[in-house]
Structure formats: C-alpha cells, structure tokens
C-alpha cells in the first residue's frame, strides 16, 4: 500500500504558518507536521538533522521561518545569516533524495531602483543584512541539488503575528494623527493568500498535475500597487477610524535599514504556470479587517 504524502510546515506558529496550519490540519489527503522552534530550533545544526531523522521522511518542506527583525537585523547579522542561510543550507542537508522543499523568501533582494515591476529574472542587489541573509538563503537553494521551489513576496500582514496593519490599528486607537512614508511603492500581501498559492503549488506537484523538478523562484504578492501611505488610509478608511494619516518622505522616517523605493513584484509567471487568480491587495485587506476588526 503505497503511503501518504508527508508535508512538513516549519516556522507554523509565525503568520504565514499559521494561516497553512489552519487550512491543512483537517486535510486529510496528505500527513501533516507543524513545527515551530518548540518542536525544532533552527539555530541549533544538530536539531534540524534530529527532527529530519526522527519525523520524516517528507515529499515536502515548506519554509515560512525567518528572521525577519528587519531593522534589528544590522545588530544581529549573525543570528539573521544563521537563520536565513545556515538553517536553510542545513535544511538542505537533511532532506533526503525524495524531498522537495518550497522556501519562502522576500522582496529585500532587490534594491528598490526599478520603476517597473521586479521579474524573477532580475538581478537581485540587497542593500541590508536582513536582505543580504535572505538572499543568502536563496543561493544556498539555487546552488544545491535539492528540487526546490523559492517563493518571494512583499508587505506581509494577516491575522496573526506582528505586522504593519496590526501596528496601524493599534496607532489609530492611541494617536490623533499617524505619519506615513509616501515615496516606498509596492504590494501588500495578506497572509492567508499566499498560504492558499503555497498550499496549490505543493498539491499539484503531489497530485501528479504540475511535477516539480530542478530549482526554481516565483513571485507572488497581490494584485495592484500603492504606498505605505494608502495602504494605511485604506486601513483607516474602511475600519472608520477618524484620524488623520499624515503623508511623509523616508528620509523623515529613518531606518537603520534602507527600505526599497519600489518593491512592486510581477506575478505572470505564478499565473501562468499554476493558474493562480490572485485577488487585488484592497479586498484580501477587507476581508484581513473584518476578521481583526468585526465591530464597525
């Protein structure tokens, strides 16, 4: 009797875990393992060999662990190549000849001096540790022999975790008005989106209609394009919060961490190949708030 498939999801409490772990526990097609660093501590080379040997074997990995402490990376660059490259290389090393792993990675390899979308085939120039870790990562994937998929995206939020609409929230309780860079440009991405698009990526492959070999990246945010400064209005606009969002340049926000101008993602290639309708970024954030914010 030939057995099921194994899927391991590491990284299942962060956002994009979660939102995985939440769709998939009652899947009942495909055996399921949920770790996060309670289960399995990335930085520690032993315990990924560890947990590989003892749990596995799997058909597939699917990546959402990170260090993603942006700003908190350029002190911390060790712990962010550690987890961002080292584990990932290590990962790598554990995964036996049958496993495929899908990696999630992010729009900081690029520098943000396009003004036209970024394509999957354009050079990748990341300006900070955080970027440079991740893309790190990436070659670690490109340079192995490991069958493997590299999913990159931008602005993540969803319902769980930290992020950017979750803060904005929280400001338009405390705060009068709120101030927000204008001149950075690109694409929210809500969470449980992409976990729909990670989770038919990996079932097609499984289900013999999309076999995937080899090494490849895809890019995949939702549709349309704005500033942190809409994204915040738009936040503010639909949950009624009366106050003022304020519209400002970077360089009166300043970062440890150069933040790109344009980090707008081109998404024809997920499409194409896998048929995915991604829905624009202002509905997927309705349907965020009304679960964050039900009483209007």
């Known amino acids: 009797m030939e057995s099921m498939p194994h899927i391991l999801v590491l990284g299942a409490n962060g956002q994009l875990g979660t939102e995985i772990k939440n769709i998939c526990s009652n899947n009942q097609s495909f055996q399921w393992s949920f770790a996060d660093i309670e289960e399995l501590d990335l930085s520690q080379p032993d315990s990924i060999e560890r947990y590989f040997q003892t749990q596995g074997p799997f058909d597939w990995v699917i990546n959402c662990a990170a260090y993603t402490a942006v700003d908190r990376a350029e002190e911390e660059a060790e712990m962010a190549f550690r987890l961002n490259e080292g584990a990932v290389a290590d990962i790598l090393k554990a995964c036996s000849t049958q496993t495929k792993l899908l990696h999630v990675s992010t729009d900081y390899v690029f520098d943000g001096a396009h003004f036209?979308?970024?394509?999957?085939?354009?050079?990748?120039?990341?300006?900070?540790?955080?970027?440079?870790?991740?893309?790190?990562?990436?070659?670690?994937?490109?340079?192995?022999?490991?069958?493997?998929?590299?999913?990159?995206?931008?602005?993540?939020?969803?319902?769980?975790?930290?992020?950017?609409?979750?803060?904005?929230?929280?400001?338009?309780?405390?705060?009068?008005?709120?101030?927000?860079?204008?001149?950075?440009?690109?694409?929210?991405?809500?969470?449980?989106?992409?976990?729909?698009?990670?989770?038919?990526?990996?079932?097609?492959?499984?289900?013999?209609?999309?076999?995937?070999?080899?090494?490849?990246i895809f890019h995949y945010s939702n549709e349309g394009v704005c500033s942190w400064y809409?994204?915040?209005?738009?936040?503010?606009?639909?949950?009624?919060?009366k106050n003022s969002v304020v519209p400002i340049e970077s360089k009166d926000y300043p970062t440890p961490t150069p933040r790109p101008f344009y980090s707008v993602l081109n998404k024809e290639k997920i499409k194409q190949q896998y048929g995915l309708s991604i829905p624009h970024w202002k509905k997927s954030l309705h349907q965020a708030l009304f679960l964050l914010y039900p009483v209007r």
């Open 116 to 216: 036209t979308p970024y394509t999957e085939e354009d050079e990748p120039r990341p300006q900070g540790v955080y970027g440079k870790s991740k893309r790190a990562g990436e070659e670690a994937i490109l340079n192995s022999d490991t069958h493997a998929i590299i999913v990159r995206t931008s602005w993540l939020y969803g319902v769980y975790g930290h992020n950017f609409v979750k803060t904005m929230l929280r400001l338009g309780r405390d705060k009068q008005t709120v101030r927000v860079v204008f001149d950075q440009i690109g694409t929210p991405t809500y969470a449980y989106d992409l976990a729909i698009a990670i989770i038919h990526l990996v079932q097609q492959d499984l289900n013999g209609e999309k076999i995937h070999l080899g090494r490849e």
């Open 230 to 241: 809409d994204f915040a209005q738009e936040i503010f606009d639909v949950v009624k919060i």
